[in-house]
């Protein structure tokens, strides 16, 4: 993914819905702050290794997941993705998660080193953006 709108609307935004599968196979949705990388597409979570959503991810599995971002009925831009969650566990992996994340959200960089604190990844394998605000509407899509 490397449309300068979608890379533009990502890098402005900063929050997301975060689908993940519960161990019995049910959703559970959560509004979470995000962070990015641009190639390949990476998004990032902190969260508590206690939340619903990342009970399934604790042993080291990844599950099925979807994130929208865009939920502003003024500006009618949205961005949806299908993909993989993981928790990220390696030290290296880590930080450089951490390195992306706190500085577009330093309010949460107080949690950094508290145990309960983890971070999830999210790699999308399918992507829809759509901008409502021209005519015709923008749609750029994953599919060809």
């Given at each position: 993914m490397t449309d300068k709108q979608i890379i533009d609307f990502l890098t402005k935004q900063r929050v997301s819905v975060l689908t993940t599968l519960l161990k019995d196979g049910s959703p559970h949705a959560a509004a979470l702050h995000y962070s990015h990388k641009i190639n390949p597409l990476e998004l990032y979570f902190s969260t508590e290794n206690t939340s619903v959503k990342c009970q399934a991810?604790?042993?080291?599995?990844?599950?099925?997941?979807?994130?929208?971002?865009?939920?502003?009925?003024?500006?009618?831009?949205?961005?949806?993705?299908d993909g993989e969650v993981t928790a990220i566990f390696d030290t290296d992996k880590l930080k450089a998660a951490q390195a992306i994340h706190y500085p577009k959200h330093p309010k949460a960089a107080q949690y950094k080193d508290d145990p309960a604190t983890i971070f999830l990844k999210f790699i999308p394998n399918w992507w829809r953006y759509t901008d409502y605000n021209t005519d015709p509407i923008t749609i750029l899509s994953s599919e060809k």
């Open positions: 991810l604790l042993e080291g599995n990844s599950v099925k997941g979807s994130v929208v971002i865009g939920f502003s009925e003024e500006e009618w831009i949205t961005l949806q993705m």
